[in-house]
């Protein structure tokens, strides 16, 4: 009796350690095997320096964007309308440049901007108005998606390309703005904006803030913390990054595309839901974002190279968020 | 219940607990905060599938390893924290009724309503309690919230029931309509009781044995008529408590805190003036639903303050935020601790600096780490929380412990008034003296503190003046050095 007792409490502890042990390094396992998995299938072309390259530029984007959700998901809320905000960053800048003929550094300025004003439009509504984020941020996709493409005139923006009305343009797109979209300026970006989110949300009290908000809004409250303004700050970060992720997406394709941010919005949602468990933060952080930023890049790289066709892919991303959220939920009870 | 033993990582939380209950009698379960009376008895509802030892109904062995399994042994529990066991959106009727709507309804597709509520009626009648089955649970008051746990379990066919600290939201009518059913239960229905309380003297006035349990295991078991409160205590703590509220000497200083006709939005606080001075202990009492908490809340911004003024050492002050009070120097510690007062997620030593964050701060917002830690370490040692280490997560910690936490953030704050609502609410003997005692201390350090609570004894152990209130307004102030329990229950109870 005392022996299978003894034999079952083994096997409890076994079961809990090997539990924890796939859920704080899972992610990294499956880098690493991914890398392997690919370097010996494809000796000759997977693990180059120029496709290493390749595949950090890629997942640059989804990064960027992928933090300012996980800066939304800090204080327990979340940003669906982060894809529209980059498709609008995209039309807005390039618009900047060939419309308005405008130099580099205002152009993104404004865009900026402008992005932080349309952000503080999901923050209203989410903390004051007291609308549940998802929502919002699902009627906010598609306004944003709406109103930039009004603004485009319901097409494309590029170079040399005469406005809806007949107008001819004369706007070019400045080599240094271009840039931006290349290695490895695009890479360097993406480092330092996950070092930077890294740092605040992790050394700052303002990032501490951010997490005991999300943690218990009423004890935050109730502990002296500007509760409503940390949420908006959470929100108009959000949007900053992906405007931020816009406008390396408007160098990277050199015009504005209808709805070309709309497919950063999956990506970024499993990098960041990835990125929770990592290490075992259990918290949405900037390093485990990264990590999961890259094993998608990773996986939808090595998955282009052994020719499985690109229409086929999002099972594969999605299957993965799905593991990723079941590896979140799974546990919570 | 024979050797039971269970662990959490890094805790073993039971080890070899026996324990055997009686139907048809009402069976105390005491011990400290931490001593796993809780615990014990999730497993006995099927909440923990990982313990080791055997269980045995009516001699034959059985298992629980699922709550479905516990039921189906007519096995009920209502826990303490009555929010997570009831659906906020759902009616009282559907609430009362879950499990019928879930388990009985067969091969039916529709529901009848009508049925339902007269059913759920029905068991409100027999409780005798008066609430409108269609109202939403939401808008239930914490003790109205409970009276619907018990009827959802007195709903089933239950054999053994097992109340986790059921009168602590409770007023003293209600405690009394309680007891009434639960002598009802036990003595005509045959149904086996575990009632678990920090209340010793309600103990004496229902249970016939009572089981005490300290830090994992049992100490002992007896009838209660053997016992006396003092003795409990003694088992409780494994040492006699020579004085449960500490001996202050008041040296009460100028007004630092003064509130003139305070009316709460709402209604719920009405035309309140009140005044603290340094190194004071002030008492604001009353039953249940008289409006205490709530005058706690909009005194720190909480809640919409219709109208009044408010002064800070003299100083006309406008509070329209908790951010805004606790900047003025105000602090709150919450009544209801797990849902305002600490973040269960988080580890005790960032727990501990949320209030006082800027304090362990650069200018520029970088957090000093080393010395947050220093602090959580200092504070652990200095209110005697009972946790491994600082890093341990806040939901590890019992009842007690988290009082702690949510009282020690406050400490670091350059706080002159402090606020305590219900700070012994479910919290043991042992931790309440060290509250006591900490309380004690702001106010000789020359702090105000106002203290609310519906415990008349508490009032007369520690305050030095105190509010009566009654229906949201201040019905009586007392010195209280020249009152007792039943002047203050005379006034609470809306005498003249």
């Known amino acids: 009796m005392a022996l299978s007792s003894n034999v079952q409490q083994d096997k409890v502890r076994i079961q809990t350690v090997l539990m924890n042990f796939v859920t704080k390094w899972g992610t990294i396992l499956a880098i690493v095997g991914l890398l392997l998995f690919f370097s010996i299938s494809m000796p000759d072309i997977f693990m180059t320096p120029s496709n290493i390259t390749t595949i950090l530029r890629s997942i640059s984007i989804v990064t960027v964007i992928a933090i300012g959700i996980t800066i ?40 900026l901007v402008v992005a932080m004003v349309v952000g503080a439009f999901n923050a209203f509504l989410i903390v004051k108005v007291k609308i549940p984020d998802m929502l919002v941020t699902l009627a906010s996709l598609f306004i944003f998606e709406g109103v930039a493409m009004t603004y485009a005139g319901g097409g494309s923006i590029s170079q040399g390309m005469p406005r809806l009305d007949g107008t001819p343009t004369f706007g070019i797109i400045p080599d240094i703005f271009k840039t931006i979209g290349t290695a490895p300026t695009i890479i360097i970006i993406m480092l330092v904006v996950v070092a930077l989110a890294h740092v605040f949300l992790t050394y700052t009290k303002y990032g501490r803030y951010l997490y005991v908000v999300g943690g218990n809004m009423e004890a935050a409250r109730l502990s002296g913390i500007p509760v409503d303004r940390y949420r908006a700050l959470a929100y108009l970060l959000s949007a900053l990054l992906a405007a931020v992720g816009g406008i390396i997406l408007a160098s990277r394709i050199g015009s504005a595309q209808i709805n070309a941010g709309a497919g950063y919005l999956m990506p970024s949602v499993a990098a960041a839901f990835i990125g929770l468990s990592v290490a075992g933060a259990g918290r949405p952080n900037a390093i485990g974002t990264f990590a999961g930023a890259v094993l998608v890049g990773i996986l939808e790289n090595g998955l282009v190279m052994m020719s499985v066709p690109y229409y086929s892919l999002n099972i594969i991303k999605g299957s993965v968020l799905v593991l990723a959220l079941a590896l979140t939920y799974f546990r919570k009870k | 219940m024979k050797g039971i033993s269970i662990e959490f990582p890094g805790v073993k939380a039971l080890s070899n607990v026996d324990i055997n209950i009686e139907s048809g009698n009402i069976h105390a379960l005491v011990g400290a905060n931490g001593a796993g009376k809780s615990t014990l008895m999730k497993i006995m509802a099927g909440a923990y599938n990982h313990y080791t030892g055997s269980i045995f109904l009516n001699g034959n062995e059985v298992a629980i390893r699922s709550p479905r399994d516990a039921k189906n042994l007519g096995i009920e529990i209502v826990y303490q924290e009555v929010d997570t066991a009831l659906v906020p959106y759902l009616s009282v009727a559907e609430n009362i009724m879950l499990n019928v709507l879930v388990n009985k309804m067969g091969r039916q597709v529709f529901v009848h309503w009508p049925k339902i509520h007269q059913a759920a009626r029905q068991i409100l009648k027999r409780l005798n309690i008066q609430i409108d089955t269609n109202e939403i649970v939401q808008n239930l008051k914490l003790a109205q919230k409970q009276m619907v746990l018990i009827a959802r379990a007195i709903a089933e066919d239950c054999r053994f029931l097992i109340l986790d600290e059921p009168t602590a939201p409770l007023s003293n009518t209600e405690t009394v309509e309680l007891f009434r059913l639960l002598k009802d239960l036990a003595d005509n229905h045959n149904v086996g009781i575990i009632f678990i309380s920090h209340r010793l003297p309600e103990i004496f006035e229902i249970c016939k044995d009572i089981t005490i349990m300290k830090d994992g295991q049992v100490v002992t078991r007896q009838s209660v008529a053997d016992l006396s409160v003092a003795k409990v205590v003694e088992f409780m703590l494994g040492q006699k408590l020579s004085e449960v509220f ?218 030095d003046r105190a509010y009566v209130m009654y229906d949201g307004q201040i019905a009586k102030e007392l010195e209280t050095a020249n009152t007792d329990e039943e002047k203050l229950l005379f006034y609470s109870t809306g005498g003249k």
Not at chain 2, 418 to 427: A, H, Q
Request: a neutral charge; hydrophobic letters at 40%.
């Open chain 2, 246 to 463: 500490p001996k202050r000497k008041a040296n009460i200083g100028d007004t630092l805190f003064e509130v003139a006709h305070l009316t709460e939005k709402e209604g719920s606080v009405k035309d309140v003036s009140l005044y603290v001075r340094a190194g004071e202990i002030v008492g604001v009492t009353g039953l249940v639903g008289a409006g205490k908490t709530e005058l706690c809340k909009t005194i720190f911004g909480s809640l919409k303050t219709k109208s009044g003024d408010i002064k800070i050492k003299g100083i006309k002050r406008t509070i329209n935020s908790p951010f805004s009070a606790v900047s003025q120097g105000l602090a709150l510690v919450p009544e209801e601790r797990r849902k305002e007062g600490v973040l269960v997620e988080e580890p005790v030593f960032s727990n501990l600096s949320a209030a006082t964050l800027a304090k362990f701060s650069t200018p520029l917002g970088f957090i000093k780490s080393l010395l947050e830690k220093l602090n959580a370490r200092n504070m652990i040692t200095e209110l005697s929380i009972k946790t491994p280490n600082e890093n341990q997560k806040v939901a590890y910690l019992s009842g007690g412990n988290q009082q702690k936490v949510a009282v020690g953030k406050w400490l670091n704050a350059d706080a002159d008034v402090f606020i305590f609502d219900e700070p012994t609410k479910g919290v043991d003997v042992g931790a309440k003296h060290d509250i006591f005692e900490l309380i004690g201390r702001l106010a000789v350090a020359g702090k105000g503190v106002i203290y609310a609570t519906c415990e008349f004894t508490e009032i007369l152990g520690i305050t």
């Open chain 1, 72 to 111: 939304s998901l800090t204080i327990n809320g979340f940003d669906l309308s982060i894809g529209s905000m980059a498709t609008f960053a995209d039309t807005l800048v390039i618009s900047m440049f060939v419309w308005h003929s405008m130099p580099t550094v205002p152009a993104i300025l404004v865009t």
